[in-house]
């Protein structure tokens, strides 16, 4: 069974938690930056998972544009989906909602929250004052969901 992970991060997180999950997978299993590279055979696959990070509300556009694209193949796949973001409870949900498409989102065999960090270091100065402002943090945090990364794979090799 080969299994394509294609991801978008602007900082590393959603790169960090693509790599985790990818060690989580036995067989074939193959990772994607959708920054370097769009283009994708996806018949070679049968399990294809797509995630990114949340800026204000949006995932990656690289993850929307992908999807857009290859919405058809893609439900007829496998689908696990996960976003990286700092947001919990119904606001999460409503991010999962709004950035994927339902008809991906009711075939998706695991949707999950995998956390997220600040680094402030690697944040641009408007970045680091909406976050101090909305989000009232001002050091970083990190809170990535190591057991939700796990899951995700348990889910999807059911
Ligand atoms: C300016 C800014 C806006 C953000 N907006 C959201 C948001 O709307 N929802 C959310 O869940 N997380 C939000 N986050 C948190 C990021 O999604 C989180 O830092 C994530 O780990 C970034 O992953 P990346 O390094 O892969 O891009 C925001 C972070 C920054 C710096």
Do not use: W
Not at 77 to 83: A, R, T, V
Request: include cysteine; proline fraction near 1%; charge should be positive.
């Amino acid at each position: 069974m080969n299994t394509l992970i294609v991801y978008a991060s602007k900082y590393g997180c959603a790169e960090k938690c693509a790599m985790e999950l990818s060690k989580e997978f036995d067989g074939n299993v193959e990772t994607v930056n959708l920054k370097e590279n769009q283009r994708i055979d996806l018949d070679k696959f049968d399990k294809v998972i797509i995630g990114g990070s949340v800026y204000i509300g949006k995932i990656q556009k690289e993850v929307t544009d992908f999807i857009n694209k290859n919405l058809k193949e893609l439900l007829e796949k496998k689908i696990g989906l996960f976003i990286c973001g700092m947001q919990e409870g119904n606001e999460l949900e409503k991010e999962i909602a709004d950035n994927f498409p339902a008809d991906l989102l009711n075939r998706a065999k695991s949707v999950k929250h995998f956390g997220g960090a600040f680094d402030f270091k690697k944040m641009n100065f408007m970045e680091k004052a909406i976050v101090k402002k909305i989000v009232k943090v001002s050091s970083d945090k990190s809170d990535i969901k190591h057991e939700n990364i796990k899951q995700l794979a348990i889910e999807m090799q059911k």
